[in-house]
């Protein structure tokens, strides 16, 4: 076997990714996991995990990926800081196509996540980990007691706002245009809530603060004026973007970019010795536990399905 071919090979380096390759290591395949040039997934720029079991004090999102990742070489995997350019999975034999390098495997398992979408802003990033948020169920109890805002207006924004509320004592809902696109259901349901203001027509430029956050400021979309909102956090709940490009036209994707598992399995795609893990396919709970719970049955399933190749 030559140094570009593999057992398997794990196109990602987030929870979904390396728990895949501890498995797959651990099971004696000759693993390569491609992680991307920014490496270890969302948890990179989070703070404080509090809800990854076996941690009762929390985990910085860092540290937790650079544990899996350490762990994973300790199996024997073998990690490349490297984007993937395309891929050829018509074959038995699939092919990676990493700068001018290929590496081939016969199983392939896709976990490459989801980028959340930002709104652009210096601010933003300024203040990430520090107030700013892209995860209400990952962040939302470092916020108990306090004023926070939600930015969106489809269903992901109207249900943080509405999970929000368990803990904040006030949650701002922010929206850029005069109406929800969110479901009459959830539109229902935040209006009526008493924890919860609307703030229609109104677009955050900047996120204000000295060590967090302490307001934002917004501009009225109809008639430009300026407003000052003082609060202690801000979600962004714009929408997510898998990270799917490099697959188009090689594999089964939705309209929003996400990866179709094979009907009535986890894990499986339509093509065989492909498998995909994480929340390059989850659309749903993007949450760490799910996306190594899911990089787990993918191992397992490349393990299956190599076994009865042989």
Aim: negative net charge; charged residues 25%.
């Amino acid at each position: 076997m030559t140094e570009n071919q593999y057992d398997t090979i794990i196109i990602g380096s987030g929870p979904a990714g390396l728990t895949a390759a501890i498995y797959t290591s651990r099971a004696k395949l000759n693993t390569l996991v491609i992680g991307g040039y920014v490496s270890g997934g969302q948890l990179m720029i989070t703070s404080e995990v509090e809800n990854f079991p076996g941690f009762p004090d929390g985990v910085m999102g860092p540290e937790l990926m650079m544990n899996m990742r350490k762990q994973a070489e300790k199996m024997g995997a073998n990690i490349l800081d490297m984007d993937v350019d395309k891929v050829d999975l018509s074959k038995d034999i699939k092919e990676i196509f990493v700068g001018d390098k290929i590496f081939t495997a016969p199983s392939i398992i896709i976990a490459t996540g989801a980028s959340a979408m930002w709104l652009g802003l210096d601010s933003e990033k300024k203040f990430m980990g520090r107030g700013v948020s892209g995860c209400a169920t990952c962040d939302g109890a470092f916020f108990r007691d306090k004023t926070i805002a939600v930015v969106g207006g489809g269903d992901s924004a109207l249900e943080e706002a509405t999970f929000l509320t368990r803990f904040a004592s006030k949650v701002y809902l922010i929206h850029r245009k005069s109406e929800f696109r969110a479901s009459k259901v959830m539109q229902e349901r935040v209006l009526s809530n008493p924890k919860i203001s609307v703030l229609f027509n109104k677009r955050v430029n900047e996120i204000i603060g000295d060590k967090k956050v302490s307001s934002v400021k917004l501009s009225d979309t109809i008639d430009n004026s300026e407003s000052t909102l003082e609060l202690e956090g801000v979600f962004i709940a714009i929408g997510h973007r898998p990270n799917t490009d490099f697959l188009k036209g090689s594999i089964n994707i939705d309209e929003k970019g996400y990866i179709i598992p094979k009907q009535n399995s986890d894990v499986k795609t339509d093509i065989e010795g492909v498998f995909v893990a994480g929340d390059v396919f989850d659309h749903r709970y993007r949450q760490a536990i799910t996306a190594a719970g899911s990089g787990c049955k993918a191992a397992i399933e490349v393990e299956k399905y190599l076994e009865e190749k042989v």
